[in-house]
């Protein structure tokens, strides 16, 4: 079973495991970006050359799933593509990586979703995205791929999927006793659907500062938690006993019950933020999954993220090791 994650941050912490011994489901969206480098964010109306256009396997799930099998983890995606080119090579990525896609879904006669990601020379980045219902992940997808549940240390679930499957994989991932950690990450269009999900079999929540109000609500409380109120305003709200809020450069915030920290961000060249929070979410879950201490595992991550945003790209930039 998980270990019991209601105390303190550094409570998290048990026998240290290595890495490489660690099992790790990611369920989530497996895409394609296309990256379109401009000197600054476009508006709309307007007209603006693009220095460089290309495309590159992505998606939140698949940036964090390579992250973690560059920590040397075992690592099994769940997620769907389109029987088509692009779709191959969202595979052919995941196995280059020696992530187990045995669970990723090929869909025939659907296209492989292709988000939009512009980054700006200052690194700055947005990202325009859909996923259609023929190539989203449901409950099914998540219910195939029960056996692997049953294997895994801990399971990562971001947003990128209907609210039924997302529920469903927090449930399926909690009856396996595996360690839950959510991202909750695009923010979902449907806030009552969030708050609807089982956030008591969620162990570790990890948003930034945008899906943290997000998940608070439209009301005034959550216009007006000041960001270092967040991670306990969600903790008491969700009763998630582990809520760490990444504030960019500004750091994160973590809370456990009754201790509230600050962490301080290492300073960083920022080249391209697309998936800082990508690689910040995973190794953190690798680190304090192995029995780090919260402290070590919180290191850890934002060295990650640092690095992410010094190199330009989504999976291209999860750390390598060594």
Known sequence: MAPDVSGRLEDLAGARRRIEDLRFVVVGAYVVDCFVRVSRLPTWGGELEARSIHTSPGGKALNQAVALARLGAQVTAVGVVGDDGLGRDVLAAL???????????????????????????????????????DVAVTRDT??????????????????????????????AAHRCGARVIVQPAPVLADPAGALSLPWDQVDVLVPNEAEARALLG????????????????????????????????AGCVTHAVGVTRRYPAPKAEAV??????????????AHITSGASGADAIQAAQAAAAWAVGHIGGHESMPQQG
């Open 272 to 285: 391209d933020t697309t998936s800082a929070s990508d690689a910040f979410t995973a190794t953190f879950a």
């Open 95 to 133: 196995a280059r990586e020696g992530i187990d896609a045995g669970f990723v879904e090929t869909r025939p006669k659907v296209p492989t979703t292709v988000c939009l990601c512009f980054v700006s020379d200052d690194g700055e980045s947005t990202i325009v995205w859909h996923i259609d219902e």
């Open 142 to 171: 998540v219910r195939t791929a029960s056996s692997t549940f049953q294997r895994a240390d801990a399971v990562l679930i971001t947003f990128e999927l209907p609210v039924s499957a997302i529920r469903e994989a927090i449930g």
């Open 218 to 249: 439209d009301d005034q409380v959550g216009r007006d938690v000041p960001a270092d109120g967040l991670a306990i305003a969600l903790a008491a709200g969700l009763g998630v006993g582990t809520v760490v809020v990444t504030l960019g450069a």
